[in-house]
């Protein structure tokens, strides 16, 4: 056969579409091969044109001046590419859909298991003696090819694909492949009666309004677990079969055969500028980034290669292959896998509940129904901005912009805020510490305490909200992306903080001691030397001058509690920060006014210009101290000097976890107690509610495809509860206590459609 020709689009092309992970999408198409080499005819170009435009659910919406696709970007790609030309005329797909739009019996969608969509139409009387109905066919390459027994010639004819022309074509899937591209074959069949399996695995089509309503939400369905076994499984609806090969390999839908190769589409998903940089940020953070996909592993590979992802002794593997690893197989793959090709959903959960059975922080990125397990199971769940509501639910975290940057500055600012309570920490026992003893010990050897009341509410109005306002207000940087990831047990105060909370306790101790029980040592206090000789008023003044020194001693201590490392420079980015800057004036002002003005209320003196010296240079001291504990007292910083994780460590710590199953130390939580969910509801809870422990359960037994009973029946059990529960809730909020009528017609028709999905009798919103 004559090699493919590719139809570049024209120079006139609309705005591309945006996709969550990509900037832009552009397809490349090309022709089937044949037994001559030459342009599409009409006949072959209406087969093309009507393919694209009918089986497929997304359109293209005109937003702030540019063309945007609503709906699948994979989609949303072949549309711009009908639109760009690239086969003679611009097409209008909603005219296309307008006018053909009676012809449509039946639908097929697209599921994660067919890795194929397809849709029935009445017959014009083109094809063979007039076919009666014409089955439209898109989907994954090498499995629409395999189920293809023809190829489409230049004139639209069907000509019989021999091996030597599969083999070519086999060739050229896994060209674009390597190339990054994700392949997508088109392909069609005409028949006079539709098949009886076929026919049962069908929808009714949907109309404009209704399909424009779901373009955005997810097709696919909760996943299911894949018998050893069997040649076959039941689909997510139970009512139809996935054949495979002899290697287990998917084939497609039974009763989807026979079909006729139009072409292959090379759809090139450009990564988005900043991703690779955002990765490799991600990996000197100590985050190790894997890339789970339903796309062919070459063009996995291809795209992790360019963004980083996949490295020099990095493994790539197809889900396949994964799910049927036992434990010990898989905890050797583990440290080493980087890519998960051909992945189902229930790949995805196995990974995610491995990767916490040993001990691992794992944080999950997901935006369709199926992905909620998984998001439920990780430490962190990151929803697309443009998901699903049932993913929004399910996550922690929902990223806007779609952006996986936007995963680099949510580490950031989740570390920065980590170590701002920190900071707190460090600096409230440190006043805590002190003001306590001094209290304590004045009052019981001086007979009164030389700090008053006032004095400390002062003091505690400094310590808990200005200090927390002035350390938490510091902005993320680039350096917080320097060390290692916080183990998921360490401890909350490190020995670092220990020495400086010690370190400056001691210090502040003996300054104020020195002044409560020899204040004549210390020098420029204008007081007399005889302490027995002083008068009610040189007493409170010498109490003044203790409190003052207190006081400024904590706002110079800030400044050191802004470094939690053993860096010397505590200044660092210090001026930049002007509500620190902001919140240092205000107390200054507010101590020199309680001082100066606030007399017999906060039992104060006023002080003279030597005084309010004396009292800064004492409390200024505490900065040169810290200083001196920083380089005298060297701490290893043990988080900042962390070993990474390594094959070895990984597969060390999966040797222990398989002698000990039951240990709970692998599922902890962030406070170290076994994570107990257990009639609690929590936000996550709220997705599915069911027993968290049965469920787990469930889908790691049925994720592995346990040979014991029915595992592709109990999952779809288990499916049913989330896709029926995710619905009515999800439905449910567009109406809260008395919905509408059009919220209540809304509620019923997505009630209804995950009903269908999950084979279960219609239910009445009303009643429920």
């Known amino acids: 056969a004559p090699k493919p020709k590719a139809v570049a689009p024209k120079p006139t092309t609309p705005a591309q579409p945006t996709s969550p992970s990509l900037s832009e999408s552009s397809s490349k198409k090309k022709k089937s091969s044949s037994s001559e080499e030459g342009p599409l005819s009409e006949d072959g170009i209406n087969i093309v044109v009507e393919g694209i435009c009918m089986n497929s659910s997304a359109y293209l919406a005109e937003k702030e001046g540019k063309m945007e696709v609503v709906g699948n970007k994979t989609e949303g790609a072949l549309l711009n590419f009908l639109a760009s030309g690239a086969l003679g005329d611009q097409v209008d797909y909603q005219k296309q859909r307008e006018e053909n739009k009676d012809r449509v019996e039946k639908l097929f969608p697209f599921s994660s298991e067919n890795k194929m969509m397809s849709t029935l139409m009445k017959g014009k009387g083109e094809g063979k003696e007039g076919a009666a109905h014409r089955l439209y066919t898109k989907g994954a390459a090498e499995i629409v090819v395999q ?110 055969k026979d079909l006729v190769l139009v072409g292959l589409v090379g759809i090139k998903d450009p990564v988005r500028q900043g991703v690779p940089e955002a990765v490799k940020e991600c990996q000197k953070a100590g985050i190790m980034v894997r ?70 922080v794992v944080a999950v990125t997901g935006d369709g129904v199926n992905d909620a397990p998984q998001l439920k199971e990780a430490d962190v769940g990151f929803a697309m901005g443009s998901g699903t509501e049932v993913a929004k639910d399910a996550s922690d975290i929902v990223l806007m912009d779609d952006n996986f940057a936007s995963l680099v500055k949510a580490v950031m ?72 990831p916080y183990g998921r047990n360490d401890s909350l105060i490190t020995r670092i903080m220990w020495r400086n909370i010690i370190g400056q306790a001691v210090f502040q101790l003996a300054l104020l001691a020195v002044m409560l029980y020899f204040p004549t040592l210390i020098p420029f206090t204008g007081l007399p030397k005889d302490k027995s000789t002083w008068t009610p008023t040189q007493l409170n003044i010498s109490n003044t001058i203790l409190f003052n020194t207190f006081v400024i001693c904590q706002l110079f201590n800030e400044i050191n509690c802004r470094n939690l490392s053993n860096d010397l420079n505590v200044f660092k980015r210090f001026f930049s920060n002007y509500i620190f800057l902001g919140v240092m004036a205000i107390t200054i002002l507010g101590q020199a006014a309680l001082v100066q003005f606030a007399g017999s209320f906060a039992e ?32 290893k910083d043990k988080e900042a000097e962390k070993a990474p994780v390594t094959a070895e460590s990984m597969q060390k710590k999966a040797a222990e976890v398989r002698q000990n199953p039951t240990k709970p130390s692998a599922l902890k939580t962030e406070g170290g107690s076994p ?54 809730r999800n439905a449910g909020r567009t109406g809260i206590n008395y919905p509408s009528r059009a919220n209540q017609a809304r509620m019923q028709t997505f009630i209804d459609r995950q009903m269908r999905r999950a084979s279960m009798p219609p239910i009445n919103s009303s009643a429920l």
């Open 604 to 635: 104060t003196h006023p002080l003279n210009i030597q005084q309010w010296l004396l009292c800064l240079c004492l409390g200024a001291i505490t900065l040169p101290w810290g200083l001196v504990l920083r380089l005298v007292v060297r701490i």
């Open 147 to 256: 189920v293809c027994s023809g190829v489409m010639g230049p004139d639209g004819s069907a000509k019989e694909m021999d091996e030597s022309m599969r083999s070519e074509i086999d060739k050229r899937i896994e060209q674009y492949a390597s190339e990054g591209l994700r392949t997508i074959a088109l392909a069609f069949r005409d028949m006079q009666e539709v098949p009886a399996e076929l026919d049962a695995l069908a929808e009714k089509p949907k109309s404009k309004s209704d399909t424009k309503s779901e373009a955005s939400s997810s097709s696919e369905k909760p996943p299911k677990a894949e018998s050893k076994e069997s040649t076959s499984s039941t689909d997510k609806k139970g009512k139809g079969k996935v054949a495979r090969d002899a290697q287990g390999q998917k084939r497609g839908v039974t009763g989807i």
């Open 413 to 484: 600012w989740g570390r920065n805020v980590y170590n701002s309570i920190r900071k707190f920490i460090q600096f409230q026992l440190t006043v805590n510490i002190v003001a306590v003893i001094v209290a304590f010990a004045g009052a019981v050897t001086e007979g009164q305490s030389p700090l008053t009341p006032v004095q400390l509410l002062w003091v505690n109005l400094i310590m808990d909200t200005f200090a927390a306002l002035a350390l938490a207000t510091e902005a993320p940087t680039k350096d917080l992306l320097d060390r290692k």
């Open 675 to 728: 994570k107990e969910t257990k009639g609690k509801e929590t936000k996550k809870d709220r997705v599915i509610n069911d027993e968290p422990t049965e469920r787990t359960s469930l889908l790691a037994e049925e994720g592995r495809a346990n040979k014991d009973g029915d595992p592709a029946e109990a999952w779809r059990r288990a499916g049913r509860k989330l896709s029926v529960v995710s619905a009515f």
């Open 291 to 360: 890339m789970l996909t339903g796309d062919n592993v070459l063009t996995a590979q291809s795209i992790a290669r360019e963004c980083g992802i996949l490295t020099e002794g990095g493994v790539a593997l197809e889900g396949p292959k994964f799910r049927e690893m036992s434990e010990a197989e898989m905890d050797e793959v583990l440290p080493k896998l980087q890519v998960l090709a051909r992945m189902t959903p229930s790949d995805k959960y196995i990974l995610v509940h491995r990767l916490r059975e040993l001990g691992e």
